[in-house]
C-alpha cells in the first residue's frame, strides 16, 4: 500500500527546471531515499511535499489511515503549510531548524499543536482542560525524549546543545505530532561515521516503533545504502533510476551521474 | 523622608502607565521582531473613544469598557489592513510602516475628534490614604496593582501555555513554526489585539493626568520605548521594572537634583546602564555557538 504518490512533479524557478515530471510512490512502513548529485532538485521535491513550494505542474497524493480502517486520499497542493502537519506528515530541515531560545521541551511541544483539542486562543486561558492538555504534552515530550536517549535536557535551551543533539531534537519534535510519514532532510549531515551508523540504527527503530514511513534525502551513501529499502535517483531534476541499493548501486545511469562518464576510447 | 516616598509612590504611578505601554511594544516585538512605533497613536484613539463614550453619559467603567472593546477590533484592523499584506517584507519596511500608522491614526484622529483638549477623569476616586504623612491616592494603588496584574499574566501566558509557545515560536521562526501546524496568522493578529488593548488602557489611565487629546500620548510613548529598552524587549518583567525605573528617577532627580535638567539626567543614567548591560537588565545573552 501506497502512502505517498508523487505524479509527474515540474517546478522551475526563473529559467532553471528544478524538478521536471518527477513521479515516484512511497510504500507505507518502508524507508525510502531520494538522492541525487548536488543540485538535483531533491530539497525542492521536499518543499513542494511540506507545501513551502507549489508545484508548477503535477500531483502530491498522501494517504492517509484513518483510526476507522478508511484509507483518504489527500491531494497535498490543496493544503497550506501548517496543515499539512494534521494530515499525518512533517519534516526536519537540512540545517537544523530548532526554536533556538526555547527550552528542548519546549521545542518538542510546538510538534503537538495541530492536535491541540482546546483551540489555539483558549489554549492561553487557565481552564483544567487546557491544563490537562498541556501536561500531556510535556509528558509526551519526556517520552520521545526518552526514546532518542535525551533524557535530563528537557529544562536546557535548544541552541545550547550540539550540533548532533540539536539534530535528534528536531527528530522528536517531528515524531511527537504522531505523523504516518517523516521527511529527513540531510539527517546525517555533520556527522562522523560513527554517529551516522547509530543514526541508522535509530531510523529503523523509529520506523518500527512508531509504524512510520520514513522518505529521506542523504549523500551518506553508507547510510542510504544501509537503510533504505528502495531508492530513487534524481539528477538534474529528473528521475533516472529507481530500485533497491543493490540495484542503484549496479545502475550505469547513476554511476555517470555521480562520476561522469567513462571515455570511450580512454 | 515623606517627601522621598511621596516622589517615589509617585513615580510608581507614572512608571507604570510607561510599563503598561512598553509591554504593548514587547508583545509585537516578540512576536514578529517589528518595533510598533504607532503604539502610542493607537492608545491615543482608544482614549479618544473612551472619551465619546464617556460623554453618552454612561459610568466610567463603560467608558473603559468600551475602549477596550474598540481597541480589540481597531488592533485587529490594523493587523490585517496594514501588517499582513506586508508579511513578506523586510523587518524595516514593516517599522517603517508603522511609523506611517503614525501619520495616518493621527490625522484621522483629528479630523474625527478635533484638535481640542478634553479633561477626563480618574479611575478610582475614592479619598486619599494617609500612611505616615505619605499621601496614597486609590488610584494609584489601581493603577499600579493593574499594572503588576498583567505583567503576571503576560509572563504566564508566555512562558507556561502552549498559546505562550505558539507564540514565541512564530517570533523565532515563522517557517517552522508553520510547519509544526501553528496558526502564524492567527498569532499576529492576536498579538496585535493584545498591544492595542494593552495601549488602550495605559491610555485611559493616563488621560486624567495629560488630558486627552491628539498628542497625549507623545512622552508616555517616548519613555515606553525607553523603559522596554532599558528592561530589554525580551521579557516581560523588564519593561515594567524599567518603566518603574524612569517614572522614580524622574521623579526624584527632579526633586532632590534640579527640575529642567531631570529628563537629561535621568537620560545620562540610563545610558549608563545600558552601556554595563547593552541588552537591557533583564535581556537574556545567549551564547551562539560557532
Same mark, same amino acid.
Given at each position: 500500500?501506497?502512502?505517498?504518490?508523487?505524479?509527474?512533479?515540474?517546478?522551475?524557478?526563473?529559467?532553471?527546471?528544478a524538478?521536471?515530471?518527477?513521479?515516484?510512490?512511497?510504500?507505507?512502513?518502508?524507508?525510502?531515499?531520494?538522492?541525487?548529485?548536488?543540485?538535483?532538485?531533491?530539497?525542492?521535491?521536499?518543499?513542494?511535499?511540506?507545501?513551502?513550494?507549489?508545484p508548477?505542474?503535477?500531483?502530491?497524493?498522501?494517504?492517509?489511515?484513518?483510526?476507522?480502517?478508511?484509507?483518504?486520499?489527500?491531494q497535498?497542493?490543496k493544503?497550506?503549510?501548517h496543515?499539512v502537519i494534521?494530515?499525518?506528515?512533517?519534516?526536519?530541515?537540512?540545517?537544523?531548524?530548532?526554536?533556538?531560545?526555547?527550552?528542548?521541551?519546549?521545542?518538542?511541544?510546538?510538534?503537538?499543536?495541530?492536535?491541540?483539542?482546546?483551540?489555539?486562543?483558549?489554549?492561553?486561558?487557565?481552564?483544567?482542560?487546557?491544563?490537562?492538555?498541556?501536561?500531556?504534552?510535556?509528558?509526551?515530550?519526556?517520552?520521545?525524549?526518552?526514546?532518542?536517549?535525551?533524557?535530563?535536557?528537557?529544562?536546557?535551551?535548544?541552541?545550547?546543545?550540539?550540533?548532533?543533539?540539536q539534530?535528534?531534537?528536531?527528530?522528536?519534535?517531528?515524531?511527537?505530532?504522531?505523523?504516518?510519514?517523516?521527511?529527513l532532510?540531510?539527517?546525517?549531515?555533520?556527522?562522523?561515521?560513527?554517529?551516522?551508523?547509530?543514526?541508522?540504527a535509530?531510523?529503523?527503530?523509529?520506523?518500527?516503533?512508531?509504524?512510520?514511513?520514513?522518505?529521506?534525502v542523504?549523500?551518506?551513501?553508507?547510510?542510504?545504502?544501509?537503510?533504505?529499502?528502495?531508492?530513487?535517483?534524481?539528477?538534474?531534476?529528473?528521475k533516472?533510476?529507481?530500485?533497491?541499493?543493490v540495484?542503484?548501486?549496479r545502475?550505469?545511469?547513476?554511476?555517470?551521474?555521480?562520476?561522469?562518464?567513462?571515455?570511450?576510447?580512454? | 523622608?515623606?517627601?522621598?516616598?511621596?516622589n517615589?509612590?509617585?513615580?510608581?504611578?507614572?512608571?507604570?502607565?510607561? @510599563?503598561?505601554?512598553?509591554?504593548?511594544?514587547?508583545?509585537?516585538?516578540?512576536?514578529?521582531?517589528?518595533?510598533?512605533?504607532a503604539?502610542?497613536?493607537?492608545?491615543?484613539?482608544?482614549?479618544?473613544?473612551?472619551?465619546k463614550?464617556?460623554?453618552?453619559?454612561?459610568?466610567?467603567?463603560?467608558?473603559?469598557?468600551? @475602549?477596550?472593546?474598540?481597541?480589540?477590533?481597531?488592533?485587529?484592523?490594523?493587523?490585517?489592513?496594514?501588517?499582513?499584506?506586508?508579511?513578506?517584507?523586510?523587518q524595516?519596511?514593516?517599522?517603517?510602516?508603522?511609523?506611517?500608522?503614525?501619520?495616518i491614526?493621527?490625522?484621522?484622529?483629528?479630523?474625527?475628534?478635533?484638535?481640542?483638549?478634553?479633561s477626563?477623569?480618574?479611575?478610582?476616586?475614592?479619598?486619599?490614604?494617609?500612611?505616615?504623612?505619605?499621601i496614597?491616592?486609590?488610584?494609584?494603588?489601581?493603577?499600579?496593582?493593574?499594572?503588576?496584574?498583567?505583567?503576571?499574566?503576560?509572563?504566564?501566558i508566555?512562558?507556561?501555555?502552549?498559546?505562550?509557545?505558539?507564540?514565541? @515560536?512564530?517570533?523565532?521562526?515563522?517557517?517552522?513554526?508553520?510547519?509544526?501546524?501553528?496558526?502564524?496568522?492567527?498569532?499576529?493578529?492576536?498579538?496585535w489585539?493584545?498591544a @492595542?488593548?494593552?495601549?488602550?488602557?495605559?491610555?485611559v489611565?493616563?488621560?486624567?493626568?495629560t488630558?486627552?487629546?491628539?498628542?497625549?500620548?507623545?512622552?508616555?510613548?517616548?519613555?515606553?520605548?525607553?523603559?522596554a529598552?532599558?528592561?530589554?524587549?525580551g521579557?516581560?518583567?523588564?519593561?515594567v521594572?524599567?518603566?518603574?525605573?524612569?517614572?522614580?528617577?524622574d521623579?526624584?532627580?527632579?526633586?532632590?537634583?534640579?527640575?529642567?535638567?531631570?529628563?537629561?539626567?535621568?537620560?545620562?543614567?540610563?545610558?549608563?546602564?545600558?552601556?554595563?548591560?547593552?541588552?537591557?537588565?533583564f535581556?537574556?545573552?545567549?551564547?551562539?555557538?560557532?
Open positions: 500500500m501506497n502512502i505517498l504518490r508523487v505524479e509527474n512533479l515540474s517546478i522551475s524557478f526563473g529559467g532553471l527546471k524538478v521536471d515530471d518527477l513521479s515516484f510512490t512511497v510504500k507505507e512502513n518502508s524507508i525510502y531515499g531520494l538522492i541525487g548529485p548536488n543540485g538535483a532538485g531533491k530539497t525542492t521535491v521536499f518543499n513542494c511535499i511540506s507545501r513551502f513550494y507549489t508548477d505542474k503535477g500531483k502530491i497524493v498522501f494517504v492517509q489511515s484513518t483510526e476507522n480502517g478508511l484509507r483518504l486520499e489527500h497535498l497542493t493544503y497550506k503549510v496543515e494534521s494530515k499525518g506528515l512533517t519534516r526536519t530541515f537540512q540545517n537544523v531548524e530548532l526554536f533556538k531560545h526555547m527550552t528542548v521541551e519546549e521545542n518538542l511541544i510546538t510538534g503537538l499543536h495541530s492536535k491541540l483539542k482546546a483551540g489555539f486562543v483558549r489554549s492561553g486561558f487557565f481552564t483544567s482542560s487546557v491544563k490537562k492538555e498541556e501536561d500531556t504534552a510535556r509528558e509526551k515530550a519526556r517520552d520521545i525524549l526518552a526514546f532518542l536517549g535525551l533524557k535530563g535536557i528537557e529544562k536546557q535551551y535548544a541552541a545550547s546543545q550540539p550540533y548532533g543533539i539534530k535528534l531534537i528536531e527528530l522528536g519534535r517531528a515524531l511527537i505530532s504522531k505523523p504516518k510519514l517523516i521527511i532532510d540531510e539527517p546525517a549531515a555533520g556527522m562522523n561515521p560513527k554517529e551516522t551508523a547509530s543514526l541508522g535509530l531510523i529503523r527503530s523509529i520506523r518500527d516503533t512508531y509504524g512510520v514511513t520514513i522518505l529521506l542523504e549523500h551518506d551513501m553508507s547510510l542510504v545504502m544501509d537503510i533504505c529499502e528502495k531508492i530513487c535517483v534524481i539528477n538534474f531534476g529528473k533516472i533510476a529507481e530500485g533497491t541499493p540495484e542503484i548501486q545502475n550505469t545511469a547513476v554511476q555517470e551521474a555521480y562520476l561522469g562518464k567513462e571515455e570511450q576510447n580512454a | 523622608m515623606d517627601i522621598f516616598f511621596q517615589v509612590v509617585a513615580g510608581f504611578e507614572t512608571g507604570s502607565l510607561y @510599563a503598561l505601554a512598553a509591554l504593548g511594544l514587547v508583545l509585537i516585538f516578540r512576536t514578529s521582531d517589528v518595533v510598533n512605533f503604539q502610542g497613536e493607537m492608545a491615543m484613539f482608544s482614549s479618544f473613544v473612551a472619551l463614550v464617556l460623554q453618552q453619559n454612561v459610568p466610567y467603567y463603560a467608558a473603559f469598557l468600551g @475602549a477596550v472593546l474598540f481597541a480589540v477590533f481597531f488592533g485587529f484592523i490594523i493587523e490585517r489592513l496594514f501588517m499582513r499584506p506586508a508579511m513578506k517584507a523586510s524595516v519596511s514593516k517599522m517603517i510602516i508603522t511609523l506611517g500608522l503614525i501619520m491614526i493621527g490625522g484621522v484622529a483629528s479630523s474625527v475628534f478635533g484638535i481640542d483638549t478634553y477626563f477623569p480618574k479611575a478610582v476616586t475614592a479619598s486619599n490614604i494617609n500612611i505616615r504623612g505619605v496614597i491616592q486609590p488610584n494609584a494603588i489601581f493603577i499600579i496593582s493593574l499594572t503588576l496584574l498583567i505583567m503576571a499574566v503576560l509572563f504566564y508566555m512562558q507556561k501555555t502552549m498559546l505562550g509557545i505558539s507564540i514565541r @515560536a512564530t517570533a523565532q521562526n515563522e517557517n517552522t513554526a508553520r510547519l509544526m501546524g501553528i496558526p502564524v496568522k492567527k498569532v499576529y493578529s492576536l498579538s489585539i493584545l @492595542a488593548v494593552l495601549g488602550a488602557i495605559a491610555g489611565l493616563i488621560a486624567p493626568t488630558d486627552i487629546s491628539t498628542t497625549m500620548m507623545m512622552e508616555v510613548h517616548l519613555k515606553s520605548f525607553i523603559a529598552v532599558l528592561g530589554g524587549f521579557s516581560f518583567v523588564g519593561p521594572v524599567g518603566g518603574f525605573m524612569i517614572g522614580v528617577l521623579n526624584l532627580v527632579g526633586y532632590y537634583i534640579s527640575l529642567t535638567w531631570k529628563t537629561v539626567i535621568v537620560y545620562i543614567l540610563l545610558i549608563i546602564i545600558l552601556i554595563v548591560k547593552p541588552t537591557g537588565l535581556g537574556k545573552v545567549y551564547r551562539k555557538k560557532v
